[in-house]
Each structure stands twice: as structure tokens, then as C-alpha cells.
């Protein structure tokens, strides 16, 4: 069985089960694929589209054909040389309804329930209504409305009494019921059963509330403000093993060859999970069988700030390659674009465009609404550690919000890691710069509580307090901090003020920087060569099932960053010609001017290069999944909708203006000649960004669907069904990627490069997982739209040439507006790039590699001459060079360091 080379992430789900993956394994072994990469697989809510609403961690959902399907998929992949990679979520259950059955026994019993102390619950409110209750936000009214409207219904099954509401069901803890019960007595249309239900409610372990009360009232952990997920203390030993122990058996069966841990910055102690869930696989090694690796690596979702790097003592492979999902990107943008785009979105906006101020915005909004109960939580463990104290107890309950909101609001990653030996050295500049942040933020009597706050929060270790009482009250108050700021950081920047400010909205990704529009090449290297360093085998991706906008979408737009003087003038044009669609509100015009900006910028993005948009069907699909996207973006800037409470008028008129722009002929052909010119740019960009991704230092993981160009939105367009017969029968003609330039539009010319790179991964696999990461300078007048480096071994080396930033330098027929399907669009792509284009740029390489080398996308040989390539001639077949010179036994190895 082969090493962790590529992986291809699927999502399972009643739909696509483990039986209908057991299909395709043929065609993901032939395009190169070594594991496949699972969604969660443990049994999860019914009809889950994704499985992180997990029910029962003990077993295989049945919905996805149980443990005999995988089973049957484990064979499969084994057959053909290829493992299982599984994401699990050790976070979060799934609560409401009745399918947990955890959750179920502690509404039942409280306390007393042996699993009270799974879910993170506070049993000791200062509120005297849930003082040993829990806080069940589950109703769609307020509780008295509820409670006469007949909806609850007391019901009896199996001999144990419940209250059905909806799809909810509460259950009634036995010891409550002291006479024997009719139904009949607790009809709650009548005032009389109401009462009785309503004492008989106020004797269970639980509340039953409107649902608008869990921001402000819960008292048990959520996952970020969901309702429906509660936080599971996995960091207590037995919940540890409980919650584990299936997975465990998958992976001492040899079944599972390494896991993916969802949302580990949700965990109270990341790095004590981490370390403890490495100790425990370690200790399986022995029992996995023969013919399998015996190491199971250990990926985590985890989002790192621009300037953030992965801690390296928590024995893990690496993440899974959101930031370089941003590398990538940053790496496709002009920066000389980004003035005149913010000049752009200020014009038409009025807004500045500084997204960090964006950032700081939503982040108070978040403290202040969605995330308010987890806020005053934290708030009050910090006032119990200040009274605990006679030299701190005067510290206000109030002066502490204060601090602890501007430190929040200012909190430049998602958390630090303190424990009892304190904050490490790695997190000290972080919450150094939000100190500095809040500092100018808040009043001077408070700026003594934030220097509190930074002792108390890690600047001062735990382990150092004599007082036993106080380490506790120390260590509970950075656990709730740590929790906090990873939920307002994602709630804040992802799912606000990604959809609030759009200066070019291709960097508004999940785990995007969009602080810094570009990155210099030299900037990419650096990356390369610290990942090669600290994480060689972590995962490399560009697309997910949680980005918002698929890798192809902003490969596209990134070319606006090269012409932004031509974007800016037709914006001005669409906004013209779309005055009459405009509605003026009683909240103002729809839509708004920064949600009409952004909607141009998806438009063009989610264009793909074979769309029809006169054809009637194919344009309302088009538009129907626009719909979708726009109602979820509207509602996630919070600025004129919101999830907690809609504003159907301006949605619907939003709805209208997005259909009218594509309704309106002059406009249609407009836009579409706008899209065609993207066309080819974005499709090159594409090219780039797979190459990267398949020759860069680390494991490329790819998503299902999208060997094909992916112009997917976010979720639930971004899981929509995948045509894997058209994807097998393109890969069973094994065109070559020069080959299927000529009908690029289709995108298998993708599919095309990432089988040959794949391949050629199979065949070099110590190259790519251990070869050392050589940077190379261009030289040449057109040097700065080229990135290329060496990988190297001793016995072979790779070069890798692609271009950046080309809209200048394609043909001109090339980038115009070719019809799709018409014969001659893929003629002109054979000539993207001329080679007097590239005029005298050509590469330097060193001295001691030979001249003959072999291009690995079309077979051909290739000789060098002594004073370098051209580029011109490296890119005369296909846009993009990969070339592969195997060495001799005497030849000498280049090292990292050797001068180039």
C-alpha cells in the first residue's frame, strides 16, 4: 500500500453512500488518487447532508449503508493500493429532536445522568430557572404562546413518558411523575391541561424556551451560535474514550489510515487532544495488519492568520491547507490592482474597503448578539477569579466586559493555546497586539483591568499559584476565553465581514487573508520552503466543502485584479443600465450598492467558459443558484437581512434585480461578453493553481467534482451531485493535457494535467514528499509574471514553471469573446501565450543539472541550453511546464542550500 500521496475528498450522505463511493474506486485509482478522504462517517442526524450533526459517535450511520459499506469501500481501496482518510468531529453533538440518545438521558435525569458531564452544561446558573436545568431555546414561540397552542403533547412510548413538540421530544424524568398520568389531563388547549403540563414542565431538568433566547441565555457551550450543536468535553478521560472508541477499532482493523479532526480550535486543550489522540494511535500500531502503514497521521482544520504557523509539539502531520488555499490566491492578484479597486468599492459603496475595520466591526456585533451568552459567560469566570482575591475583587463585573470586549474585537488570530504552564512564547505576540488594540479602545481605569486580563489569560501560568482554588478559577477562565475568541473570529470574518466588504471578493475565502490582496512570489517561496520544513506531509487544497466560492471562481476573478481601470468602468455601465431594476424600500434602496458590487463580481466569477445564456433552461439553473448564494450572503453581512430576522421584502427584491440583469437583453449580452473575456485568463489561473497545489511541498487533496473546472458557490452548491461516468469515460481516452487544449471550455483539459502530475507523483514519491524546495528568479523583461522552482532528490529533479498574471500577454483573439462549443475558441487556446510574448525571459539553473530533461505533460524530450531555458520555449506546448531529469549515479545532488 502506498503512501499518503493525494487524497480526494468525499461528501457522504443518503444520497451517496459508502456503496455508491465503492463505484468509482476505479476511476479514482486510475486518475491517481492514493486515499480517499471521507466526510464524517459516525452516525449523524437523518438526512444529514454532511455528518458533522453527529448523533452517536459509537457507530457507522446507516444512512450511509453502516459498517458492512465501509467495509465493502475498505476492500475496495485495498485492492487497488489505496487507504481511507476519516473526519472525525470531536466537538460537537447534535442536540433537538430525539436521535441523541446522550442528550436524551440527560434531559431525562439531569444531573444524575451519567453522561451530565459530557456535554460542556453549566448545571450551576446564577439564574434561579436553571439552576439544574438545561436551557432548551427549541420552540418557535414565545413558551406561554407555546404552551396553549396545543403543540405540546404529552405522550407515552415504551412505557417512558415524553412531551412531543414538532420533531423535538423532551423527556419526562420518571421520579416527577408521583400519580399515575392520563394525556387526556395535559391537553393544552385547555387552561387546565395547560397548567398541569406547564408544573409538570417546571419539575424537569430542562426549560423549554423560544429559540430567540440562546444568545442571550444558554448555559451550555454550542458550535459557534448553532443551536442544534452542543460542545462535548472530549478533554475529560472518559468522554475522551467514549467518544473514540469506534474510531479506534476502524483504525486497529486497518481500515482508517489517518484522520482529519474537525474545528480542534473548539476544544478546550487543542494541544493536550492532539498529543493524547497521537499517544492512543501510537499505541494501535501493533494491532493494525500487515500490508497497512502503521503510522495513522493526524490533519486538523485549523485556520492560521496571515502571520500564524502551526504549533509543531502537538504531533501532527499539518492542517488541511486552508492557508494555502490563500497562498495560491494571494499569489494570482495584481497588488497594482488593489488601489484602484478600493477606489472602486468606495465610489459606489461609500465604504472604505480597510476589511480589518470590517473585522472589528463584526466582531462587537458578534460579542454583542449571536455570541452574547458565551461572552457574559466568559465575563463572569473572570469576575469569580477577581472577588477570589482581596487585591482584585473591587474589579467590576462591568469593567471586565469592557476589557474583555475590546480584546476580543481587537484578537488578530482565532485563539492562543494557554494552559497551567501559561501562554507559550509562539501566541505571546498575538495577544501582545490585541492588548495594544484594546488599549487605545477602552477608558483609563480599564486599561488596569486589561493588564488583569493579560495575566490572568496565560500571561501568568496557572501552575505557579500556591492556591489551588485560584488555579482552578485560572485555568476555567482561559478555557472559556480560548473558546470564545474562535467563534467570534469565524462568525466574524467568514460569515460576516467576508459578505460585508468585497474590494475583489476572490479573497474572501475561508481562511483568506483578504488584509493582503497579493503576495510576491518571493513571499509564496518562503512559504514553500517553511512548509518543506516544519509540515512537509501537510494537506494542500483549494477547494472544499466549506469554501465559499469554488477554486475556479476565484481563479477567474483574480484576473480583474490585472485590468481593474476596465472592471471599474463597466461596473459604472451595469449600474447605469440597471437603474429601473432598483426597488426603493421603506429600509432603503435594493439592493443595496456594496450587495449590487458584489453581486458583478459573482456573476463573472461563477460564469463558467461552456455556459449558454441564451439558452432559456441552462440561464435559469444559472440564476437559480445565484438565488441561493445571494439570500446566504445577504443574510451573513447582517447589514439589510439577518438569519435571526429576515427581511423577506429586501430579499425578494434582491431576487428580482439579480433576475432582471440576465432578463434584460442589453445587459445579458453585456455581462456575458464581460464573462467570455475571463474566460481564458481564469482558465490559465486554473492551470496554475492545480500545478501548485500537485508540485508544492505537501499533499494535495482535491474535492469531489471539481478535476473539472469548479464554479461552485458556497454550500449547498458547493455539495452538489458529481457526474463521475462523464469524468470516467474522459479519463478512459487518456488525453494528454496539450491534447485537450483544444476543447479546454469542457474542462477535462484539467482533469487532463492533474492525472499526469498524479502520475507522475506515483512514480517520484520520495520527490514530492521529501524533495528538497529550490527557488528559482526569472530573468527577462517580463520576469515578474513567471514563478518557477526545482524539487529534488537524489535521484531525480523537477522543475516547475508557471506564469502569473497574463491577462497582458495572451493573444488577443484568445481573450476576446469566443462562442462556447465553437471549434475555433480551442485553436486559439494552442496559442494562449506566444512565445515573443515572453521575449528574453528565461531561467537561470544551476550548473551541476544536466541539460536533457523530460516534459512530463506531453512526454516529450527536452534540451536545455547551457545559459538557461526560455520561456518561451518551456511554455510553447502547454501553459504550464513541469519537466523531470532523472539522475545518473554519479550525478551530485542539489542540496536546499546550494546557491542558485
Same mark, same amino acid.
Given at each position: 500500500?502506498?503512501?499518503?500521496?493525494?487524497?480526494?475528498?468525499?461528501?457522504?450522505?443518503?444520497?451517496?453512500?459508502?456503496?455508491?463511493?465503492?463505484?468509482?474506486?476505479?476511476?479514482?485509482?486510475?486518475?491517481?488518487?492514493?486515499?480517499?478522504?471521507?466526510?464524517?462517517?459516525?452516525?449523524?442526524?437523518?438526512?444529514?447532508?454532511?455528518?458533522?450533526?453527529?448523533?452517536?459517535?459509537?457507530?457507522?450511520?446507516?444512512?450511509?449503508?453502516?459498517?458492512?459499506?465501509?467495509?465493502?469501500?475498505?476492500?475496495?481501496?485495498? /485492492?487497488?493500493?489505496?487507504?481511507?482518510?476519516?473526519?472525525?468531529?470531536?466537538?460537537?453533538?447534535? $442536540?433537538?429532536?430525539?436521535?441523541?440518545?446522550?442528550?436524551?438521558?440527560?434531559?431525562?435525569?439531569?444531573?444524575?445522568?451519567?453522561?451530565?458531564?459530557?456535554?460542556?452544561?453549566?448545571?450551576?446558573?446564577?439564574?434561579?430557572?436553571?439552576?439544574?436545568?438545561? *436551557?432548551?431555546?427549541?420552540?418557535?414561540?414565545?413558551?406561554?404562546?407555546?404552551?396553549?397552542?396545543?403543540?405540546?403533547?404529552?405522550?407515552?412510548?415504551?412505557?417512558?413518558?415524553?412531551?412531543?413538540?414538532?420533531?423535538?421530544?423532551?423527556?419526562?424524568?420518571?421520579?416527577?411523575?408521583?400519580?399515575?398520568?392520563?394525556?387526556?389531563?395535559?391537553?393544552?388547549?385547555?387552561?387546565?391541561?395547560?397548567?398541569?403540563?406547564?408544573?409538570?414542565?417546571?419539575?424537569?431538568?430542562?426549560?423549554?424556551?423560544?429559540?430567540?433566547?440562546?444568545?442571550?441565555?444558554?448555559?451550555?457551550?454550542?458550535?459557534?451560535?448553532?443551536?442544534?450543536?452542543?460542545?462535548?468535553?472530549? /478533554?475529560?478521560?472518559?468522554?475522551?474514550?467514549?467518544?473514540?472508541?469506534?474510531?479506534?477499532?476502524?483504525?486497529?482493523?486497518?481500515?482508517?489510515?489517518? *484522520?482529519?479532526?474537525?474545528?480542534?480550535?473548539?476544544?478546550?486543550?487543542?494541544?493536550?487532544?492532539?498529543?493524547?489522540?497521537?499517544?492512543?494511535?501510537?499505541?494501535?500500531?501493533?494491532?493494525?495488519? !500487515?500490508?497497512?502503514?502503521?503510522?495513522?497521521?493526524?490533519?486538523? /482544520?485549523?485556520?492560521?492568520?496571515?502571520?500564524?504557523?502551526?504549533?509543531?509539539?502537538?504531533?501532527?502531520?499539518?492542517?488541511?491547507?486552508?492557508?494555502?488555499?490563500?497562498?495560491?490566491?494571494?499569489?494570482?492578484?495584481?497588488?497594482?490592482?488593489?488601489?484602484?479597486?478600493?477606489?472602486?468599492?468606495?465610489?459606489?459603496?461609500?465604504?472604505?474597503?480597510?476589511?480589518?475595520?470590517?473585522?472589528?466591526?463584526?466582531?462587537?456585533?458578534?460579542?454583542?448578539?449571536?455570541?452574547?451568552?458565551?461572552?457574559?459567560?466568559?465575563?463572569?469566570?473572570?469576575?469569580?477569579?477577581?472577588?477570589?482575591?482581596?487585591?482584585?475583587?473591587?474589579?467590576?463585573?462591568?469593567?471586565?466586559?469592557?476589557?474583555?470586549?475590546?480584546?476580543? $474585537?481587537?484578537?488578530?488570530?482565532?485563539?492562543?493555546?494557554?494552559?497551567?504552564?501559561?501562554?507559550?512564547?509562539?501566541?505571546?505576540?498575538?495577544?501582545?497586539?490585541?492588548?495594544?488594540?484594546?488599549?487605545?479602545?477602552?477608558?483609563?481605569?480599564?486599561?488596569?483591568?486589561?493588564?488583569?486580563?493579560?495575566?490572568?489569560?496565560?500571561?501568568?501560568?496557572?501552575?505557579?499559584?500556591?492556591?489551588?482554588?485560584?488555579?482552578?478559577?485560572?485555568?476555567?477562565?482561559?478555557?472559556?476565553?480560548?473558546?470564545?475568541?474562535?467563534?467570534?473570529?469565524?462568525?466574524?470574518?467568514?460569515?460576516?465581514?467576508?459578505?460585508?466588504?468585497?474590494?475583489?471578493?476572490?479573497?474572501?475565502?475561508?481562511?483568506?487573508?483578504?488584509?493582503?490582496?497579493?503576495?510576491?512570489?518571493?513571499?509564496?517561496?518562503?512559504?514553500?520552503?517553511?512548509?518543506?520544513?516544519?509540515?512537509?506531509?501537510?494537506?494542500?487544497?483549494?477547494?472544499?466543502?466549506?469554501?465559499?466560492?469554488?477554486?475556479?471562481?476565484?481563479?477567474?476573478?483574480?484576473?480583474?485584479?490585472?485590468?481593474?481601470?476596465?472592471?471599474?468602468?463597466?461596473?459604472?455601465?451595469?449600474?447605469?443600465?440597471?437603474?429601473?431594476?432598483?426597488?426603493?424600500?421603506?429600509?432603503?434602496?435594493?439592493?443595496?450598492?456594496?450587495?449590487? *458590487?458584489?453581486?458583478? #463580481?459573482?456573476?463573472?466569477?461563477?460564469?463558467?467558459?461552456?455556459?449558454?445564456?441564451?439558452?432559456?433552461?441552462?440561464? #435559469?439553473?444559472?440564476?437559480?443558484? *445565484?438565488?441561493?448564494?445571494?439570500?446566504?450572503?445577504?443574510?451573513?453581512?447582517?447589514?439589510?437581512?439577518?438569519?435571526?430576522?429576515?427581511?423577506?421584502?429586501?430579499?425578494?427584491?434582491?431576487?428580482?434585480?439579480?433576475?432582471?440583469?440576465?432578463?434584460?437583453?442589453?445587459?445579458?449580452?453585456?455581462?456575458?461578453?464581460?464573462?467570455?473575456?475571463?474566460?481564458?485568463?481564469?482558465?490559465?489561473?486554473?492551470?496554475? #493553481?492545480?500545478?501548485?497545489?500537485?508540485?508544492?511541498?505537501?499533499?494535495?487533496?482535491?474535492? !469531489?467534482?471539481?478535476?473539472?473546472?469548479?464554479?461552485?458557490? $458556497?454550500?449547498?452548491?458547493?455539495?452538489?451531485?458529481?457526474?463521475?461516468?462523464?469524468?470516467?469515460?474522459?479519463?478512459?481516452?487518456?488525453?494528454?493535457?496539450?491534447?485537450?487544449?483544444?476543447?479546454?471550455?469542457?474542462?477535462?483539459?484539467?482533469?487532463?494535467?492533474?492525472?499526469?502530475?498524479?502520475?507522475?507523483?506515483?512514480?517520484?514519491?520520495?520527490?514530492?514528499?521529501?524533495?528538497?524546495?529550490?527557488?528559482?528568479?526569472?530573468?527577462?523583461? #517580463?520576469?515578474?509574471?513567471?514563478?518557477?522552482?526545482?524539487?529534488?532528490?537524489?535521484?531525480?529533479?523537477?522543475?516547475?514553471?508557471?506564469?502569473?498574471?497574463?491577462?497582458?500577454?495572451?493573444?488577443?483573439?484568445?481573450?476576446?469573446?469566443?462562442?462556447?462549443?465553437?471549434?475555433?475558441?480551442?485553436?486559439?487556446?494552442?496559442?494562449?501565450?506566444?512565445?515573443?510574448?515572453?521575449?528574453?525571459?528565461?531561467?537561470?539553473?544551476?550548473?551541476?543539472?544536466?541539460?536533457?530533461?523530460?516534459?512530463?505533460?506531453?512526454?516529450?524530450?527536452?534540451?536545455?541550453?547551457?545559459?538557461?531555458?526560455?520561456?518561451?520555449?518551456?511554455?510553447?506546448?502547454?501553459? $504550464?511546464?513541469?519537466?523531470?531529469?532523472?539522475?545518473?549515479?554519479?550525478?551530485?545532488?542539489?542540496?536546499?542550500?546550494?546557491?542558485?
Amino acid at each position: 500500500m502506498s503512501e499518503i500521496l493525494a487524497t480526494l475528498r468525499l461528501q457522504f450522505h443518503r444520497d451517496f453512500t459508502l456503496n455508491d463511493a465503492c463505484r468509482w474506486v476505479d476511476y479514482y485509482a486510475a486518475l491517481g488518487i492514493s486515499h480517499l478522504y471521507a466526510s464524517p462517517l459516525l452516525a449523524s442526524r437523518s438526512g444529514s447532508a454532511h455528518g458533522y450533526d453527529g448523533i452517536d459517535p459509537t457507530r457507522i450511520d446507516p444512512e450511509l449503508g453502516g459498517e458492512e459499506a465501509l467495509e465493502r469501500l475498505v476492500k475496495a481501496l485495498r /485492492e487497488r493500493g489505496m487507504g481511507l482518510i476519516l473526519d472525525i468531529v470531536p466537538n460537537h453533538l447534535a $442536540v433537538g429532536g430525539s436521535e441523541n440518545p446522550w442528550w436524551q438521558e440527560v434531559l431525562a435525569h439531569g444531573p444524575k445522568s451519567p453522561y451530565a458531564d459530557f456535554f460542556d452544561i453549566d448545571w450551576h446558573s446564577q439564574d434561579p430557572t436553571l439552576t439544574g436545568k438545561v *436551557l432548551l431555546p427549541f420552540l418557535g414561540a414565545p413558551y406561554e404562546e407555546v404552551l396553549h397552542s396545543g403543540e405540546l403533547v404529552l405522550r407515552q412510548d415504551e412505557g417512558a413518558w415524553h412531551v412531543q413538540y414538532h420533531e423535538h421530544q423532551f423527556p419526562i424524568d420518571p421520579e416527577s411523575l408521583d400519580t399515575p398520568t392520563d394525556p387526556a389531563a395535559f391537553d393544552t388547549t385547555r387552561p387546565e391541561g395547560a397548567r398541569r403540563l406547564h408544573e409538570l414542565l417546571e419539575r424537569q431538568h430542562y426549560r423549554l424556551a423560544f429559540w430567540r433566547t440562546a444568545s442571550d441565555e444558554i448555559n451550555w457551550r454550542r458550535f459557534f451560535d448553532i443551536t442544534e450543536l452542543a460542545g462535548v468535553r472530549v /478533554e475529560l478521560d472518559k468522554v475522551f474514550i467514549k467518544t473514540h472508541e469506534e474510531i479506534f477499532e476502524l483504525v486497529a482493523k486497518g481500515w482508517v489510515d489517518g *484522520l482529519r479532526i474537525d474545528h480542534v480550535d473548539g476544544l478546550a486543550d487543542p494541544k493536550g487532544y492532539c498529543r493524547r489522540l497521537r499517544e492512543e494511535l501510537d499505541a494501535l500500531e501493533e494491532r493494525r495488519p !500487515q500490508g497497512v502503514p502503521r503510522q495513522v497521521p493526524i490533519y486538523l /482544520e485549523k485556520i492560521l492568520a496571515g502571520d500564524e504557523s502551526l504549533h509543531e509539539d502537538w504531533g501532527v502531520a499539518g492542517t488541511t491547507g486552508y492557508e494555502f488555499m490563500n497562498q495560491v490566491s494571494a499569489l494570482m492578484h495584481d497588488p497594482e490592482g488593489e488601489a484602484p479597486l478600493k477606489a472602486l468599492w468606495k465610489e459606489v459603496t461609500g465604504r472604505s474597503g480597510d476589511f480589518l475595520a470590517e473585522v472589528r466591526q463584526a466582531r462587537g456585533e458578534m460579542l454583542e448578539i449571536n455570541l452574547n451568552s458565551e461572552f457574559h459567560g466568559c465575563a463572569r469566570a473572570l469576575s469569580r477569579l477577581a472577588k477570589y482575591r482581596l487585591e482584585t475583587r473591587d474589579i467590576t463585573l462591568g469593567a471586565i466586559e469592557r476589557a474583555l470586549h475590546a480584546l476580543v $474585537v481587537h484578537f488578530p488570530v482565532y485563539r492562543t493555546y494557554a494552559d497551567e504552564r501559561g501562554r507559550p512564547l509562539q501566541d505571546a505576540p498575538f495577544f501582545e497586539r490585541a492588548l495594544q488594540g484594546a488599549w487605545g479602545d477602552v477608558n483609563p481605569p480599564d486599561r488596569e483591568v486589561l493588564k488583569r486580563l493579560d495575566d490572568w489569560l496565560g500571561g501568568e501560568a496557572p501552575e505557579g499559584c500556591d492556591d489551588l482554588g485560584e488555579r482552578e478559577l485560572r485555568l476555567e477562565a482561559i478555557q472559556r476565553f480560548q473558546q470564545l475568541t474562535s467563534p467570534a473570529a469565524a462568525k466574524a470574518v467568514e460569515d460576516t465581514a467576508g459578505y460585508r466588504s468585497a474590494v475583489l471578493i476572490s479573497r474572501n475565502d475561508v481562511g483568506g487573508d483578504p488584509e493582503h490582496f497579493a503576495h510576491s512570489p518571493q513571499t509564496f517561496h518562503a512559504a514553500c520552503r517553511a512548509r518543506a520544513s516544519s509540515f512537509p506531509h501537510t494537506m494542500l487544497t483549494t477547494a472544499t466543502h466549506d469554501h465559499k466560492r469554488g477554486e475556479d471562481v476565484r481563479a477567474r476573478l483574480a484576473a480583474l485584479s490585472e485590468q481593474p481601470w476596465l472592471f471599474a468602468e463597466q461596473v459604472r455601465q451595469w449600474r447605469r443600465m440597471a437603474a429601473p431594476l432598483r426597488e426603493e424600500l421603506a429600509s432603503g434602496l435594493a439592493p443595496s450598492s456594496s450587495d449590487e *458590487l458584489m453581486l458583478y #463580481q459573482i456573476l463573472l466569477g461563477a460564469w463558467d467558459p461552456a455556459l449558454d445564456i441564451e439558452d432559456a433552461a441552462a440561464r #435559469q439553473t444559472f440564476l437559480e443558484r *445565484l438565488a441561493q448564494w445571494q439570500e446566504k450572503a445577504l443574510r451573513e453581512a447582517k447589514l439589510r437581512t439577518h438569519w435571526l430576522w429576515p427581511d423577506s421584502q429586501y430579499e425578494t427584491a434582491c431576487r428580482n434585480f439579480l433576475f432582471g440583469l440576465l432578463e434584460d437583453p442589453a445587459l445579458r449580452s453585456d455581462l456575458r461578453e464581460a464573462a467570455r473575456a475571463l474566460d481564458l485568463p481564469g482558465a490559465l489561473n486554473g492551470l496554475v #493553481q492545480v500545478t501548485l497545489r500537485l508540485t508544492t511541498p505537501g499533499v494535495p487533496d482535491l474535492y !469531489q467534482g471539481t478535476e473539472y473546472w469548479d464554479h461552485s458557490l $458556497v454550500d449547498p452548491d458547493n455539495r452538489r451531485p458529481v457526474d463521475y461516468a462523464s469524468r470516467q469515460a474522459a479519463l478512459k481516452e487518456r488525453e494528454s493535457p496539450d491534447a485537450a487544449l483544444a476543447h479546454w471550455r469542457d474542462g477535462r483539459v484539467k482533469q487532463a494535467l492533474i492525472a499526469e502530475l498524479l502520475a507522475l507523483r506515483q512514480r517520484f514519491p520520495g520527490l514530492f514528499l521529501a524533495g528538497d524546495y529550490i527557488p528559482l528568479e526569472p530573468q527577462g523583461t #517580463q520576469a515578474r509574471h513567471l514563478l518557477a522552482f526545482l524539487r529534488v532528490t537524489t535521484t531525480a529533479t523537477l522543475l516547475v514553471v508557471v506564469p502569473r498574471q497574463t491577462t497582458g500577454l495572451l493573444e488577443d483573439e484568445a481573450s476576446g469573446a469566443a462562442a462556447p462549443g465553437d471549434a475555433s475558441s480551442g485553436a486559439a487556446a494552442l496559442t494562449w501565450m506566444p512565445a515573443a510574448r515572453w521575449e528574453n525571459t528565461r531561467l537561470s539553473l544551476p550548473g551541476s543539472l544536466g541539460q536533457e530533461w523530460r516534459n512530463a505533460l506531453t512526454g516529450e524530450k527536452a534540451n536545455f541550453a547551457r545559459e538557461g531555458p526560455a520561456v518561451g520555449e518551456l511554455l510553447r506546448a502547454f501553459p $504550464v511546464g513541469v519537466f523531470v531529469q532523472e539522475a545518473q549515479q554519479d550525478d551530485i545532488a542539489i542540496t536546499d542550500d546550494r546557491e542558485v
